[in-house]
């Protein structure tokens, strides 16, 4: 098993570009959700899903989309990247109920100039 | 606001030390974690908490509802558990996610 496979692991993107990370599981987990990592911060909620074709919105949903087609596939989009979106981004999934340890990916270290 | 408060921030020790973390939350939960991020950057779930304590290894976790108040303790410390310890938190009634704590950096030196 992968578990949680993130794309890509590393990414510069300029002011106003758009990108969409990626996420997938194969443990057929029915949560999934993205977070972001700031020094001297706590990981903190962007969106999560808690099934095909249901979304819903964290702590800190601004500037970000995510759609959930798929049991497998989270993608987060930034839909004009802003420096304040510099951070490593981490998706989780777990099963529902979301009450139960989550597996992480590898993270996405992104930086906005 | 903090709804989940680490302590210490950074504690280092000696290889063989006994090590515990704290960590304080201010709201109802319905579960707790304890994860733990290698200097690599991956995250690592160690322990899911609603009552008691668990054990897994040299590692056992605490949590205690009325004080709202966990502890992860390290028995004989080793340089490989050097690492950022996180505490998370879901709130019960919140929306699904988890609270995070800054984390505890861990230094064991040997």
């Known amino acids: 098993n992968a578990g949680v496979t993130q794309t890509p692991k590393f990414q510069v993107l300029k002011t106003g570009q758009s990108m969409t990370l990626q996420c997938a599981q194969d443990?057929?987990?029915?949560?999934m959700s993205w977070y972001r990592q700031d020094p001297g911060m706590g990981l903190r909620l962007i969106h999560y899903?808690?099934?095909?074709?249901?979304?819903d919105q964290g702590e800190v949903p601004n500037g970000y989309n995510v759609s959930r087609s798929t049991t497998e596939d989270f993608p987060l989009r930034l839909l004009s990247a802003a420096p304040s979106q510099t951070s490593v981004y981490f998706c989780a999934s777990s099963p529902v109920p979301s009450n139960q340890p989550q597996h992480f990916g590898d993270g996405t270290r992104l930086s906005i100039l | 606001k903090n709804e989940v408060e680490q302590s210490p921030q950074n504690l280092t020790a000696q290889e063989g030390e006994f090590i515990t973390i704290n960590c304080s939350y201010s709201?109802?939960?319905?579960?707790l974690h304890w994860l733990q991020q290698h200097p690599g950057g991956g995250i690592v779930s160690l322990f899911m908490?609603?009552?008691g304590k668990k054990k897994h290894g040299r590692l056992i976790a605490t949590i205690n509802i009325q004080e709202k108040h966990s502890s992860l303790h390290i028995t004989a410390s080793h340089p490989r558990d050097s690492a950022v310890y996180i505490c998370a938190v879901r709130v019960r009634g919140g929306a699904d996610g988890l609270t995070f704590g800054k984390g505890t950096h861990l230094i064991i030196q040997p």
């Open positions: 443990m057929n987990h029915e949560y």
């Open positions: 899903s808690v099934g095909a074709g249901i979304t």
């Open positions: 908490l609603s009552s």
């Open positions: 709201v109802g939960i319905s579960a």
